[in-house]
């Protein structure tokens, strides 16, 4: 199993960024696939989940501004990122399963 996360980088306040989660192993269609994040010194936050049959969830502090998608043909994932605050700063993880993690793609909002 490989998850690998792309797309982080520096934007200002109110923009945008997608990020993408490339899945081998196994199947995001038949998968729970979330994304989840670490801000500087403190703990990990569920964001947004994808379940198997497309049902999404989102924790209150992105809801509205993030979408989680997935690409079954492509076995891929996707977090679309909008209107960014500074305090959406922090390593962005992909996870799979609820066991599977990649490295993580960094964002940071600043002006």
């Known amino acids: 199993v490989e998850i690998v996360e792309s797309g982080g980088g520096l934007v200002q306040p109110g923009g945008s960024l997608k990020l993408s989660c490339a899945v081998s192993?196994?199947?995001?269609?038949?998968?729970?696939m979330s994304w989840d994040r670490q801000a500087p010194g403190q703990g990990r936050e569920l964001i947004a989940t994808?379940?198997?049959?497309?049902?999404?969830s989102y924790a209150d502090s992105v809801k509205g501004r993030f979408t989680i998608s997935r690409d079954n043909a492509k076995n891929m994932v996707y977090l679309q990122m909008n209107n960014l605050k500074p305090e959406d700063t922090a390593d962005y993880y992909c996870?799979?399963?609820?066991?599977?993690w990649g490295q993580g793609t960094q964002v940071t909002v600043s002006s």
């Open positions: 996870l799979g399963r609820g066991i599977y």
């Open positions: 192993g196994f199947p995001v269609s038949s998968s729970s």
């Open positions: 994808v379940s198997p049959k497309g049902i999404t």
